[in-house]
């Protein structure tokens, strides 16, 4: 029966996977209603924490687009990444993992793709090279960064075993020496340009050849007079959540017992309900101070993405905790034994439930009790929690079709057989780097 249930589970991500956008999400909800009213299988609590750190992280990211903060930071990035073209594979990389460590969210990184591209292309150093490490770093920062969804889920699985600036300290040193692997890689990854038979045959065409020389556009309009104050609100309160990670004692703490989704058994307040406290502050902040308005905040493409992401996370972590509730003695029972004498194979499984899943959030959230169930120690479990970025291993992430339409070179791309694509091997040792150095960073600092 197990089978035939994650057959369900399986085919519900592939369609839904293949429908983009909320698809997870509503086939997430189609194959939770068979195993409800076909399996009779009792669902598990639905994933609401995540989805509302998600709807305030994005929520905030969102003002500070509206209030011209984020194309403050892109024209702070463009000039670094212009500065030292010749360096593009190592500062592109480097400044989409600090966006992301900053904002709690990859999608950030899609006004600086095109930089990345462009830059690279005038140098020309094949784009390839700092695209896909660019795209793996971002995806790697998400488990680094104090405010993503993905975080503050592991904090609430650990129940307090592990604190906000545990994570920190393991994983960013991690994933970026993971994203400095992962740079190696790409160094001279693929054909120069002026070897590469695709690009000499587009240098053929006068238009494109003059193209190639035209810079993008980024700096032409005027920044709004609040985006420089939304930029220290939205640091501001990054700075905050941290220090209340790294001090709880700064909280107030209420009598035990009488939990609920703000407040743990012993009175604590969760690290989840701070983020969005402080982020929704933050927001509030930001349109007061800088001018914004409630309706540039609905229009800006942040808020659209985060809207997508909590539908989509939804339906397909509902869905997989309601199967991995129902069926958690016979997967204990199947990889108890090898997990407990070699707890780093819990990473793989962590990695391939990421592949279907496209969410680093929603793979932690789904399997991560399972490691706690099995008795996998809390300093091993931050040191795998690199290994859910397996969002790459096929090509339909947002952010890596993004890439591959900003390079106009055609060096980023899709392989005919859909898993040999320009992220594969970039991504690969930038993860299985991250943990390994995860674990090594676990048993020396915690």
């Not at 991500?13 to 999400?25: E, S």
């Not at 189609?30 to 399996?39: H, N, Q, R, W």
């Not at 001018?291 to 509902?318: C, D, E, M, P």
Request: with cysteine.
């Amino acid at each position: 029966m197990i089978w035939l249930q994650f057959a369900i589970l399986l085919g519900a991500i592939l369609i839904g996977a293949r429908m983009k956008g909320i698809g997870l999400g509503v086939m997430g909800m189609v194959a939770l209603a068979i195993y409800i009213f076909l399996f009779r299988m009792r669902p598990a609590d639905p994933p609401i924490d995540v989805m509302l750190i998600i709807l305030a992280v994005v929520s905030t990211a969102a003002t500070l687009q509206a209030a011209g903060g984020m194309d403050y930071l892109v024209r702070l990035a463009e000039k670094i990444l212009r500065s030292q073209p010749s360096l593009i594979v190592l500062l592109g990389p480097l400044v989409t993992y600090v966006f992301t460590l900053f904002a709690g969210t990859a999608h950030v990184t899609y006004s600086l793709l095109p930089i990345i591209a462009e830059v690279s292309t005038k140098k020309r150093i094949r784009p390839e090279r700092a695209l896909s490490i660019s795209v793996i770093s971002a995806h790697l920062a998400i488990t680094a960064s104090p405010i993503s969804a993905a975080t503050a889920a592991l904090l609430t699985i650990l129940g307090g075993k592990m604190s906000l600036l545990d994570i920190l300290k393991v994983c960013i040193p991690a994933t970026l020496i993971g994203t400095l692997a992962g740079v190696v890689v790409c160094w001279k990854k693929g054909k120069d340009l002026d070897k590469d038979p695709l690009f000499l045959e587009k240098m053929k065409d006068p238009a494109f050849a003059a193209s190639i020389d035209t810079n993008v556009a980024t700096a032409e309009a005027p920044l709004l007079p609040g985006a420089k104050a939304s930029v220290f609100i939205f640091g501001l309160a990054v700075l905050m959540i941290v220090l209340v990670g790294a001090f709880p004692a700064m909280l107030p703490s209420f009598g035990a017992g009488n939990s609920n989704l703000s407040v743990d058994a012993l009175g604590h307040i969760k690290m989840s309900a701070v983020i969005e406290l402080v982020m929704l502050a933050a927001a509030a902040a930001i349109m007061l101070i800088c001018r914004t308005t409630a309706a540039a905040v609905a229009k800006a493409s942040l808020f659209n993405s985060g809207a997508q992401a909590v539908v989509s996370i939804f339906g397909v972590v509902w869905m997989s905790a309601t199967f991995m509730q129902s069926n958690a003695a016979t997967i204990e029972h199947a990889l108890g034994d090898m997990v407990r004498s070699a707890p780093w194979t819990f990473a793989i499984a962590l990695f391939l439930l990421s592949i279907l899943l496209f969410s680093q959030a929603a793979t932690t959230k789904a399997l991560m009790p399972l490691g706690v169930t099995l008795g996998i120690v809390p300093p091993y479990m931050l040191a795998m929690f690199p290994a859910v970025n397996g969002d790459f291993v096929l090509p339909g992430y947002p952010t890596l079709l993004a890439a591959i339409n900003f390079d106009r070179t055609g060096s980023t791309h899709i392989g005919k057989y859909l898993v040999n694509h320009s992220f594969m091997i970039p991504g690969i040792v930038s993860v299985a780097v991250s943990v390994v150095v995860g674990f090594l960073l676990a048993g020396i600092l915690l």
